[in-house]
């Protein structure tokens, strides 16, 4: 491999785009000062590849002399996007950060000719962010920086908005990018999310295409995305792979392979930038390790991003080929492949052309042009067809019918040679439809009101229910300004209805009061041919909220409880029923109390009236002791199961890998321990069983303590059980007698008036080899039970290790080590406990937090000295 950087600098020192034709003739840049630079490549390659040890001064002033073909001058800003057509050696399109795009046609004279903005005004010009064309050069797809994507048609000259089918919050596409099947586009956005459009072409005389919005993914993207000005993108030679730079996972940069057979999952992922890779290009050929072997193929991925580093990667492994690093001060823009995969060019931002030229089979054994054309034809014929329906489309629960396919057609395109309806049109053909309106409704809008304007569609018909008249009917609570304008016309159209049905009896126009809890309606007078009085006038002009005062009471307004209200409220509900039409009232069936039961009726004392709360821990599934005794080599394992008689608990003793003993329980096991010579367990009820360390014999029947236990721990002959209520015991089990009987309770500072509150924790439960509990809290306290006195008596605590000048008592002295055995002292085990939850609590360090407390003591002997 070859590595050469070109001593010019070009485009005023940032070049931002280039790309090679298919046959490798040319060699297309652009930048910053707003020009497209064509280069004779194949005598570029030819200089670079003669440099070396023994290069000649004539050839390095030829290398340095070397220039551009031709320039082109037709933007008028910086051109961020260069692309050949695929399917021709001589033209591509450019686009800048002002929103045109160009097609050019090199040659003798090289012309170019204005794609966008093109006379439609539907379409105005936007900053292009990227640029890219479809595999058969008739499609060109850009992303602008208001967040859409736009399509444009060589063949038909017509312009379309492909974001339009999304849906969705714009946002800016940063990346596009076609396969080589000419199925997908591919677009990378800023929100963290890949949007993927399959499309074809209509197989009629019109052979328009077809755009569809098939998959969205945002599970390779931090929630944070990066703010970076390229992610290039490209697909692997076949169509299989496509490169995501910027991805992350656990905050760590790389780089996603997504495979298209594995529906749309990650293949790989290359971690090895330091920063983001903002260019990732696939070589155009596919390699095998072995001359003409097809089992074990792999593709090649150059990545390069804002690390000043270019990557070269098999895309069948996660670390790269090679890393070439400090090849330019900037970061690199661009790269771009030739067609046999020999020659790598890369541009910076500081203005810097580089190649790399690799040997013939430095990258592997290159498959030919035919057996990439097999490879890239089964992959087109697996692609699932446009009407397919992929698995995030299927029904989920009670959905039975999914929404049509929503498709973007050409025949929708707007034309970008001739313009479409003007505004004008559009104005014209509005103003007709709106005069036509117009005379319509003239003639009813001016004189007296008519009764075909009430018999409208909009006027609600009465109905015979009493229910809803009066819901429908019902007045909001909260205070309104009132509006007699607009209630008249509305009272008058539902007092010539009630003319029309003398048999409805309206309750919303008579007046109803409430008194003592029940609802009175004014009688309505009935006249001689059976239809109600007319309302005077003086009543209709009243506003609407002059009726809140009396109808606002009625039951009508308050809605059904909810089922959270208790049941004893629901049920003495002292509101009034809603009468019938006739005034009969319905006897309502008396309801059935249940009996409820909160508890048992028989109580345990040391559960209900104990002042100590202590977790117990959780019941796992399967758990293991390994045991001290000989030599690791021993195994306890518990497995619950549901704790019945179904499915029991199985106890197993295991001797290097032998079962030795089992045993069954009918329960949940929480804890275990080993002795000397026995094991102990204990259920979640509150039982502790114990068994010989060998056979498996039980020693004792089942030990009954009345609530679950939260520690259990043994040392020699001796096993401490600590309960949820805070009793402790503590047995011999060899002499099987009792040692002890205490609580824990005068450590958790149980003497306080305002009720249960939160103690400090327990962090270390155990027993010495002399049968004395030991316990440690998160207070920094570390306390031992005196057996002649009969209480508790505290040893450690965090004011004492800076009040103590013995602190630390444990000697380290050379003198005195060979003078102890090797076994742990209480002491120093306690008062490393309280050193760790010093440090824990202040956070800032033991020496910084003791120089703090001797500070405020000095401080107050001086106060108390000037006082």
Not at 584 to 612: A, C, D, Q, W, Y
Not at 645 to 651: D, G, H, T
Not at 741 to 752: A, E, T, V
Request: aromatic fraction near 8%; charge should be positive.
């Amino acid at each position: 491999m070859k590595v050469l950087k070109l001593p010019q600098v070009f485009h005023d020192g940032d070049i931002h785009s280039i790309d090679i034709n298919n046959d490798n003739s040319y060699l297309i840049s652009s930048g910053k000062d707003n020009t497209i630079g064509i280069w004779d490549l194949p005598k570029l390659i030819q200089i670079c590849s003669a440099i070396g040890a023994a290069t000649t001064p004539e050839l390095k002033k030829e290398l340095r002399q070397f220039k551009t073909l031709q320039n082109i001058s037709c933007h008028t800003s910086l051109i961020n996007s260069v692309r050949f057509l695929p399917n021709t050696t001589n033209e591509f399109v450019s686009s800048d950060v002002n929103g045109y795009i160009f097609h050019h046609t090199i040659g003798e004279p090289s012309t170019s000719k204005q794609l966008f903005p093109c006379d439609n005004k539907d379409f105005p010009a936007k900053p292009i962010i990227d640029l890219s064309v479809s595999p058969d050069g008739r499609l060109i797809a850009w992303s602008t920086n208001d967040g859409k994507v736009f399509l444009f048609d060589l063949v038909k000259n017509t312009v379309q908005e492909l974001t339009t089918i999304c849906h969705e919050k714009p946002m800016i596409q940063r990346s596009l990018a076609f396969d080589p099947t000419n199925n997908f586009l591919i677009t990378v956005g800023d929100d963290t999310q890949i949007n993927l459009y399959q499309f074809s072409y209509e197989k009629d005389t019109t052979t328009n295409y077809k755009f569809r919005l098939i998959n969205k993914i945002s599970r390779y993207f931090s929630q944070n995305p990066l703010n970076v000005r390229y992610k290039r993108i490209s697909w692997s030679p076949e169509g299989e792979l496509i490169p995501i730079p910027t991805a992350t996972k656990n905050q760590t940069m790389m780089i996603s392979l997504l495979s298209r057979s594995s529906k749309w999952g990650n293949a790989e992922s290359l971690v090895g930038h330091d920063t983001a890779s903002e260019v990732v290009k696939f070589c155009p050929k596919i390699f095998s390790e072995k001359e003409n072997d097809t089992s074990k193929v792999y593709t090649i991925v150059a990545s390069a991003g804002s690390d000043k580093t270019i990557a070269i990667w098999n895309s069948t492994r996660t670390n790269p080929i090679t890393i070439l690093t400090n090849l330019a001060n900037g970061e690199v823009h661009d790269m771009a492949w030739t067609s046999d995969g020999k020659v790598l060019l890369f541009a910076t931002s500081q203005g810097k052309l580089g190649i790399s030229i690799f040997d013939d089979i430095e990258l592997g054994y290159a498959f030919d042009n035919d057996s990439m054309k097999s490879m890239i034809k089964m992959n087109t014929i697996s692609v699932e067809p446009m009407t397919f329906r992929h698995p995030h489309e299927q029904t989920v629960g009670n959905r039975k019918q999914l929404p049509p396919i929503e498709f973007l057609l050409q025949k929708d395109a707007t034309s970008s040679l001739v313009s479409g309806p003007t505004k004008e049109s559009k104005d014209d053909d509005g103003t007709k439809k709106k005069d036509g309106v117009k005379k319509d409704v003239e003639p009813t809008s001016k004189g007296v009101i008519e009764p075909e304007v009430i018999e409208s569609s909009n006027v609600e018909q009465p109905t015979e229910d009493i229910l809803e008249s009066v819901m429908a009917n019902r007045v909001d609570a909260s205070p309104k300004p009132a509006k007699p304008v607009k209630a008249e016309p509305k009272t008058v159209g539902n007092t010539t209805n009630n003319n029309n049905k003398p048999s409805t009896l309206s309750f919303d126009k008579q007046k109803v009061t409430t008194k003592n809890g029940k609802r009175r309606i004014q009688p309505t007078l009935i006249s001689t041919t059976g239809g109600p009085a007319t309302t005077p006038a003086t009543d209709i002009t009243k506003p609407v909220s002059s009726q809140t005062t009396s109808i606002g009471k009625s039951s009508m307004e308050f809605d059904k409880p909810s089922y959270s209200v208790s049941e004893e409220f629901y049920r003495n509900n002292k509101r009034p029923r809603t009468e019938d039409v006739n005034g009969t009232i319905k006897k309502v069936k008396r309801e059935m109390e249940p009996v409820k039961f909160i508890g048992s009726v028989v109580l345990n004392p040391n559960t209900s009236f104990s002042k100590v709360r202590i977790a117990t821990p959780k019941i796992r599934s399967i758990f293991q002791i390994r045991s001290k005794n000989n030599d690791n080599s021993s195994i306890l394992d518990v497995r619950n199961g549901t704790g019945n008689e179904s499915k029991p608990s199985k106890i197993t003793y295991f001797k290097k890998e032998k079962e030795i003993w089992c045993d069954f329980i009918p329960k949940y096991i929480q804890l275990a321990t080993e002795g000397s010579d026995f094991w102990a367990i204990t259920t979640n009820d509150g039982h502790i069983l114990t068994y010989s360390h060998i056979s498996g014999k039980r020693l004792l029947p089942t030990i009954v303590l009345g609530s679950p236990v939260s520690f259990l721990e043994s040392h020699n002959n001796y096993l401490m059980a600590v309960s949820c209520t805070g009793e402790l015991h503590v047995w011999d089990l060899q002499s099987k007698k009792n040692v002890l009987k205490c609580s824990i309770g005068p450590l958790l500072q149980i003497c306080n008036k305002e009720g249960l509150v939160k103690s400090d924790n327990i962090t270390l439960c155990a027993v010495t080899s002399l049968g004395i509990p030991l316990v440690t809290l998160s207070n920094g306290s570390g306390y031992l039970y005196n057996k002649d006195l009969a209480v508790w008596q505290t040893v450690t605590e965090s004011w004492w290790s800076f009040g103590s000048h013995y602190w630390d008592s444990s000697d380290k002295k050379p003198q005195t080590l060979n003078m102890f055995s090797d076994e742990q002292s209480i002491i120093e085990l306690l008062e490393h406990r309280t050193n760790e939850e010093v440090l824990r609590k202040t956070r800032i360090g033991r020496g910084k937090f003791f120089n703090k407390i001797s500070k405020n003591m000095l401080m107050k002997e001086l106060c108390a000295k000037n006082m």
